[in-house]
């Protein structure tokens, strides 16, 4: 079955350095989102991606956040300037479409800001 | 807003035994449910989904019944096997508001022991 990667599955930042999470997608999807999980508390939407924009975005998707799709493959999420709560499980996940008939997302990059 | 109440973990089970996790929403519209099943190592998985009040999702011998009375969907499965330990998130999407992410559970971890 196909699969979401994400890279690096692991990684250690120090507060105030910027960050870039990598993803790729499974080829034929259109709907790209970024998830987070801090640790011990629930998953949480960070925002959804089409077309080559933003479609939503959570409160927690501030200007320190940014999202991009370089090359048709890839897909990224930026953190600007990191703090420590940004610490968590970052999940990358794509579909097809946005009905929810089959969401697919990637293994996770734990990122821990020190 | 919506929100997901996960049965609180983690679980430990022994083989063959009935598994039930709890979970209930609180949703403006009219969610479709879903649960999700991380493996270690591995990217969330959808597990199964109902999408209208009374809908049976199954999968892997799992089933879960979309409740709108007690807003409820809890997942039951009759005989676990060892190869059942992961982490199980109760998720819903609310259509009406035209939503494309998911509101997730804080996720239970169901380990089985042999």
């Known amino acids: 079955e196909p699969e979401v990667t994400q890279t690096p599955s692991h990684q250690v930042t120090q507060m105030g350095q910027e960050v870039i999470l990598r993803c790729v997608p499974i080829?034929?999807?259109?709907?790209f989102y970024w998830y987070r999980q801090i640790l011990g508390q629930k998953v949480e939407f960070l925002v959804s991606f089409y077309n080559n924009e933003i479609s939503e975005k959570s409160e927690i998707f501030d200007d320190q956040f940014s999202v991009e799709r370089p090359d048709g493959s890839n897909f990224t999420l930026k953190i600007r300037s990191t703090k420590l709560e940004d610490s968590a499980m970052y999940f990358c996940a794509s579909s097809r479409d946005p009905l929810w008939e089959k969401l697919f997302f990637g293994s996770g990059t734990q990122l821990s800001v020190l | 807003g919506d929100s997901v109440t996960q049965m609180e973990g983690p679980v430990t089970l022994s083989e063959e035994a009935f598994l039930t996790i709890n979970c209930t929403y609180t949703?403006?519209?009219?969610?479709?449910l879903f649960w999700y099943v991380q493996y270690p190592g591995e990217g969330l998985q959808l597990l199964l989904k109902a999408t209208k009040a009374d809908d049976k999702g199954s999968n892997k011998g799992f089933e879960a019944t979309y409740r709108k009375e007690t807003t409820s969907f809890h997942l039951e499965k009759g005989s676990v096997q060892v190869s059942d330990s992961a982490v199980y998130f109760c998720?819903?999407?609310?259509?009406?508001?035209?939503?494309?992410?998911?509101?997730f559970g804080q996720g239970t971890r169901l380990t089985i022991n042999p």
């Open positions: 949703a403006t519209g009219y969610p479709s």
């Open positions: 998720a819903l999407s609310d259509q009406a508001q035209g939503a494309q992410k998911l509101v």
């Open positions: 080829s034929n999807h259109l709907y």
